[in-house]
């Protein structure tokens, strides 16, 4: 029962910008975007989410389109500490929802 | 911001004996928690959903009786694995809702090893 697409690998130069992306066609008004990642044999780090608005923190920007059935997960310059898998994932806010867990982006930093 | 701590980070056991994970919200209370379990190079994969004062709620083809899950407090659960065996070697991770606008924090995970 996945719920978002995206691609299995990237590769992104550092410094440069790393754009994933996560196709997710079938979500629902009250859901949002999370955006996670994995470096190996740790637990999953928030990046960031949002709604229907683009959103912007320290670490990344989202961008998510406007009939919302896709979304971008853009790091405006990449470190090699980047490496990692991230996870696109939608959910509601509250309530006992668990977070499913696609197959995510592994993306790799290449100096 | 919230903080999960998942203890402990790895261990080894030896097959047929129990070994219990903790999960605790350090500044926030979180009335539900999630264990996951994540084999090497697959996504993480929900065991259960646990529910402070009731009983945990487990998905399809995970054994409750196997895994227990104990959520006495409003900040601690624990995940205690019966009788391991080396099929049960595995990364598990636990998340806690609340404590930040986001919902959802999760802990650092614990690597177990059954030999």
């Known amino acids: 029962d996945a719920k978002t697409t995206q691609p299995t690998s990237m590769d992104c130069a550092e410094g440069r910008a790393a754009n994933l992306p996560c196709n997710h066609s079938t979500i629902s008004g009250n859901e949002y975007v999370y955006w996670y990642r994995q470096i190996h044999s740790q637990g999953p780090q928030y990046i960031i989410h949002g709604l229907k608005n683009n959103e912007t923190n320290e670490m990344a920007s989202l961008i998510i389109t406007e009939d919302r059935k896709s979304s971008t997960l853009i790091l405006p310059h990449a470190t090699l500490r980047d490496t990692a898998v991230y996870y696109c994932i939608v959910g509601v806010r509250s309530g006992a929802n668990n977070l499913f867990f696609g197959t995510g982006t592994r993306l790799t930093v290449i100096p | 911001g919230a903080v999960v701590s998942q203890h402990p980070s790895r261990v080894i056991c030896k097959s047929g004996t129990s070994v219990k994970i903790e999960c605790r919200s350090l500044d926030f209370q979180a009335t539900t928690m999630f264990w996951y379990r994540q084999f090497p190079k697959q996504s993480l994969m929900l065991m259960a959903t646990?529910?402070?004062?009731?009983?945990?709620?487990?998905e399809q083809g995970v054994e409750k009786d196997k895994f227990l899950i104990n959520h006495a407090s409003l900040t601690l659960s624990t995940l205690t694995v019966t009788s391991a065996h080396p099929e049960d070697s595995s990364f598990y991770i636990c998340?806690?809702?609340?404590?930040?606008?986001?919902?959802?924090?999760f802990g650092s995970g614990t690597r177990l090893t059954v030999v």
């Open positions: 998340s806690a809702q609340g404590g930040n606008d986001y919902g959802y924090t």
């Open positions: 646990s529910n402070e004062g009731s009983k945990a709620t487990y």
